[in-house]
């Protein structure tokens, strides 16, 4: 897809991506990557960056590094629970994805994304179905988000202990529902999400 819209003139394609979109904590990050038109510069990359759900933790934090390291430019940008509840989770998803690409050090000529596009950005661009498993760039970003998100809520942990978040990242997984059962949410939840928002309601508003 890349070779394609590099043939067409477009000298710097960018791929953008997000993570945690489904999360009951934490913020939804998003990435975005340029990466090089030099096929022999993406040796590293090719055969081994796919869907960043696809592919185990420590294989995803190996490929974070050598796409930073191949590519010409990498940005990163989040959208917080506060944004989340405040905005809904799809428009706070573009928000994250918007900053992302505004955080590249280069200017893309086009964008590539997951399934949607960004209207507001001045840019051609594609929504691409399931982008991550058939676009290099957009894979790349969706590994540096993932990689990106883990590592920061991952950090979270030790300032709320108690509800697992090292383990499940925010995730709606049994040990999450049962520690919000027992301490009730934290600043990190996403009170507008239902099994959130039930809890608030069960405990009176806590």
């Known amino acids: 897809m890349e070779t394609e819209l590099w043939q067409a003139g477009y000298g710097l394609v960018a791929g953008a991506d997000e993570a945690g979109r489904g999360a009951w904590a934490g913020p939804v990050v998003a990435a975005a990557v340029i990466l090089p038109s030099d096929p022999t510069r993406l040796t590293p990359l090719l055969g081994s960056v796919d869907d960043s759900k696809k592919l185990a933790p420590h294989v995803r934090e190996r490929l974070c590094a050598a796409i930073r390291v191949c590519a010409l430019a990498v940005g990163v940008g989040r959208a917080s629970a506060a944004e989340i509840d405040a905005h809904g989770i799809a428009p706070a998803n573009r928000l994250a994805l918007r900053r992302a690409v505004e955080a590249l050090a280069l200017r893309p000529d ?7 596009t960004l209207p507001d950005l001045p840019f051609a661009q594609r929504g691409v ?18 990689v990106t998100r883990d590592a920061w ?13 090292a383990r499940h990242k925010g995730y709606g997984t049994t040990m999450h529902q049962m520690a919000l059962s027992q301490l009730g949410p934290c600043p990190l939840h996403r009170r507008s999400f239902a099994p959130v928002a039930e809890m608030v309601h069960a405990r009176g508003g806590g």
């Open 153 to 165: 809520i991952v950090g979270q942990d030790g300032l709320y202990p108690g509800y697992g978040f």
């Open 110 to 116: 086009f964008l590539l994304l997951d399934f949607l």
């Open 129 to 146: 179905p399931h982008g991550d498993a058939c676009s290099l760039t957009i894979a790349a970003a969706s590994i540096i988000a993932k």
